[in-house]
């Protein structure tokens, strides 16, 4: 008997645990007295890096939550990634979901704890609705990059861990340590290491996150169905020159490391501009000039430029245009000016091809929404569970697609009306993009207050985040139903 279009969130529930969460490495004074402070005024700043005391606290009750809601607890494997299993027989298919809930030194209180606290809610939502307990939650470690990028997603998807990375993110705690030593450090060294089985029995992976932007605060909606999440590269450029006395060297004898990367970040954002692209965005997030003396002409300086988009196309007409202003500079300059690639390229994920195709406006009118929802529930639509099919059949990739887009679009458009979500890109990078590279990925938002992340006062209001756990929890059991045969 269908149940999907009976499910719905225990507000309460999600709430009592999204604020309990948060009590595991809640920011404290001076900081939270000026700046942890969410958009209803009360702290909301919390400091749990990977692997930190505080994170590894946090995993064992989130495992303990896991058990309680009548999931099979893996608890902590060898970096703290924590999975619940479903008691569906074994074969039948799953739905994987969930997130991470490791912040930045200086973090919110939703980042990744919203989609972890989601996903235990709908495993919980579709059994209370007569559903079957076919839903698997997975807390992935170190998404925020404390060890390198995405640790836990990378690990589990494709088994491949540097032991010896480390941390790039400074803990408030201490100094600067390895990943295998943070390991040590919580006695994990002897658990194993999660990985993704070759013949697994996910239909796909289903993740919800905070916007972290503006978009959906402006136009007053509760949900995104996510389409894509953007492609990132990021180069670091060091420029060399000579030291030497601020007041006694005339300009036109200077060789002026500073000037320089000053010329090429200015060439950079002027080429950038002119490409008039509403979805790219570019950043010098690191900028350093040695010896950093007021009376010292600068001999060394160093940056590192980092530009996303959606387009792999763009991203190429990005790095073309970074490369030219190199050159540029340097054949401008005494300086001597040498770019690399400062990490590998992360590639854009698609989430559902099908539905940027088919939908021109930000949000899909009726009728698209149900012929995403006609095409994925064709007769000879066929699960892609069985076989690992997104590597054996990739013809039924699309329509694989088109079903998780479609459900998470047919139960925004039950929970919260035509007018309450939209589809939008991820500007940010998250676990769903690595783990699709191994399945079926999709996401969903709900808002952030003023567009705020990565920040003491990062928030969303309640009634947003209650909206959020309703669409999740029925978009979930609706890929659930539909898997499992049921109409």
Known sequence: MAYA??????????????HHLRSFGAAKPPHSVTSARGGDGQLKGVVRPALSAEDVVAREWFSDRMEEAGLISTGLDKIGTVLGRGTVETGAPRLLVGSHSDTQPEGGWLDGALGVIYGLEAARAIQEAGGPNAIDVINFQDEEGRFGTLTGSTAWATG?????????????????????????????????????????????????????????????????????????????????????????????????????????????????????????????????????????????????????????????????????????????????????????????????????????????????????????????????????????????LTSFYTFAQGHIAAAAEDCLGAEGWQTMHSGAVHDAGMVGKRMPSSMMFVPSINGISHNFAEDTDEEDIVNGAHVFAQAAARMVQHAHGIA
């Open 5 to 18: 279009h009976k499910v719905r969130a225990n507000a309460k529930r999600v709430l009592e645990e999204l």
């Open 160 to 396: 491949s861990l540097d032991l010896h990375a480390v941390s790039k993110i400074p803990l408030v705690a201490g100094p600067a340590i390895t990943l295998e030593q943070a390991i040590r450090n919580n006695h994990l060294e002897d658990r194993p290491l999660m990985q993704l089985e070759e013949d697994h029995p996910y239909i796909g992976f289903f993740e919800a996150h905070i916007e972290q932007g503006r978009r959906l605060e402006l136009a007053k909606q509760s949900v995104a169905v996510v389409n894509t999440i953007v492609g990132c590269r990021q180069f670091r450029v060091e420029f060399n020159g000579e030291t030497n006395h601020a007041g006694t060297t005339q300009m036109a004898d200077r060789c002026d490391a500073a000037s320089a990367a000053f010329d090429f970040v200015h060439e950079v954002r002027t080429a950038f501009t002119d490409l008039r692209s509403e979805t790219s965005v570019w950043t010098v997030g690191k900028f350093e000039i040695s010896p950093g003396a007021a009376s010292i002409v600068p001999g060394q300086a160093s940056l590192v430029l980092q530009f996303r988009d959606p387009s792999e196309e763009r991203l190429d007409d990005m790095e073309a245009i970074v490369r030219q202003c190199h050159a540029k500079v340097s054949a401008s300059s005494p300086v001597q000016v040498e770019m690399m690639f400062d990490r590998k390229n992360i590639l854009g994920q698609a989430m559902d091809p099908l539905l940027q195709v088919t939908t021109k406006q930000a949000r899909p009118p009726i009728p698209s929404t149900k012929l995403i929802l006609k095409i994925s529930m064709e007769k000879d639509f066929t699960i892609g569970y069985l076989h690992n099919m997104h590597a054996t059949r990739p013809e039924k």
